[in-house]
């Protein structure tokens, strides 16, 4: 069982970076592809960004391709997004996620993904 805990969600300005993180605990993180996801109110839940286990392949999604970036320390169990020239949008719950799905590029979709953290929440204000 893995465990997942994100941080660094907050208030930002538009344009502004913000750089969340997500710590694994439970099992073999380096085992683990991992995702980010994001779900604003009364929206589906929408994929943001992907990693290989071994960080060879990254996939981002075509809305934040440029100024998101998806990074992994498999050495401190972590999986981090940086985010720049953010867009003003309604707030959304951005979720970290681990797939044992290891072959080929990083999995996009959230059925593909065995184990989920709880969120953590941006707001990029106008």
């Known amino acids: 069982q893995v465990q997942l805990v994100e941080s660094g969600g907050g208030l930002v300005q538009a344009g502004g970076s913000l750089r969340l993180a997500c710590t694994a605990s439970?099992?073999?993180?380096?085992?683990?592809?991992m995702g980010w996801f994001r779900q604003a109110p009364g929206k589906e839940r929408e994929f943001v960004a992907a990693?290989?286990?071994?960080?060879?392949?990254?996939d981002h999604a075509d809305s934040v391709k440029g100024r998101f970036a998806i990074t992994r320390e498999n050495a401190n169990n972590m999986v981090s997004l940086q985010m720049s020239s953010l867009k003003p949008e309604a707030p959304a719950v951005y979720f970290c996620?681990?797939?044992?799905?290891?072959?080929?590029?990083?999995?996009?979709?959230?059925?593909?993904?065995?184990?989920w953290g709880q969120g953590t929440q941006v707001t990029v204000s106008s």
């Open positions: 990693i290989t286990w071994r960080g060879v392949m990254r």
């Open positions: 439970g099992g073999t993180f380096s085992s683990y592809a």
């Open positions: 996620a681990a797939s044992a799905y290891v072959h080929g590029p990083p999995p996009r979709f959230s059925r593909e993904y065995n184990y």
